[in-house]
């Protein structure tokens, strides 16, 4: 079985992409190369890249496309450089750390479920971005989790690539075909460049290739991007980035994609769940006045008083 990391950056961020980049190579299950796709020019900051540092090019085996595809160029290099079908090829992100284990749970439950994408991380959208529900085990964002899936596994509408995705080779066409039905597509708008994860769901979901995510992968680490061009990352401003998640969704369903959602029923959505603990805190706060009163009001008023009221 051979295992592939797939994965790109921007100019600027190669000290992030080193401390990812040591993650991946201590894994427990070590990866056969890792291809580092460099287009040309940076589409995002209409620049060259710099010189890749040492470490990076002693770890990545560096692809150069002509043209930047935006965040999906990340899943260029696996396609591009890889052609059995049952490779397996993970993506990861340049601003993560991967625990140890990751790619041993990912290979595990691939194993387990040899013709879908496996992930720990996903959403179900039948709602609507803002009616979504998610589970993550990104560090910084497990507080938004609105369901818990079981251990056996959940099918969901999108994958997160930050949590690292597991793909096989056959889930995607040849290079020409891939670069005029996903790459191309890419750049078609702005909303579906800046979402690749919806992109990449829609074409998986297109032909009919399961997402499932579990709860039971170690959380990985966003590094703090504090100093280093926080605003590259799009996930930067969480409201604007919903929103045009929300967008990238229905032009991509416009275009034939995500034609059936999973079932998600409202009490797994983030909404329903920040509504239920509000009143909550509500009910909490009603109730210890109610006491509070009871107590002020009791037959041991003075003693109550003596005691809080010194």
């Known amino acids: 079985m051979r295992v592939v990391v797939t994965m790109t950056t921007v100019p600027g961020r190669e000290d992030l992409l080193i401390r990812s980049c040591e993650s991946i190579i201590k894994q427990t299950i070590k990866p056969d190369v890792i291809y580092l796709t460099l287009p040309k020019i940076s589409r995002r900051l209409y620049k060259p890249y710099d010189e890749m540092p040492e470490k990076i090019k002693e770890w990545c085996t560096i692809v150069e496309p002509d043209i930047d595809y935006g965040p999906v160029t990340k899943i260029y290099g696996g396609i591009a ?36 994408c496996i992930c ?16 993550s085990n990104l560090d910084k964002h497990a507080m938004l989790n609105a369901f818990f899936p079981p251990i056996t596994g959940r099918k969901v509408d999108l994958i997160f690539g930050s949590a690292g995705v597991l793909y096989k080779r056959r889930f995607f066409p040849s290079l020409e075909k891939a670069i005029d039905e996903i790459f191309n597509l890419s750049l078609s708008d702005i909303d579906i460049l800046c979402n690749d994860d919806v992109l990449a769901s829609g074409h998986l979901e297109k032909n009919n290739i399961d997402r499932i ?28 980035a919903l929103n045009r998640m929300g967008r990238a ?3 991509m369903k416009a275009l034939g994609y995500f034609k059936k959602y999973e079932m998600v029923f409202i009490n797994e959505t983030i909404t329903y769940n920040y509504a239920i603990s509000i009143l909550t805190t509500i009910v909490v706060v009603i109730l210890a006045i109610v006491m509070f009163l009871t107590l002020y009001n009791s037959s041991n008023t003075k003693i109550f008083k003596d005691v809080f009221f010194v």
């Open 120 to 135: 720990a991380s996903g959403l179900l959208i039948q709602f609507g971005a803002w009616f979504c529900a998610r589970y």
């Open 213 to 240: 995510i579990f709860p039971d992968f170690p959380p990985v680490e966003l590094i703090d991007r504090e100093g280093q061009n926080p605003e590259l990352a799009l996930s930067f401003d969480g409201i604007k």
């Open 249 to 251: 969704i229905s032009k």
């Open 81 to 116: 450089m890889e052609n059995d079908p049952e490779t397996i090829i993970i993506s990861c992100d340049d601003d993560v750390i991967y625990p140890p284990t990751t790619f041993e749970c990912l290979l595990e439950k691939s194993k387990k479920f040899p013709d879908a």
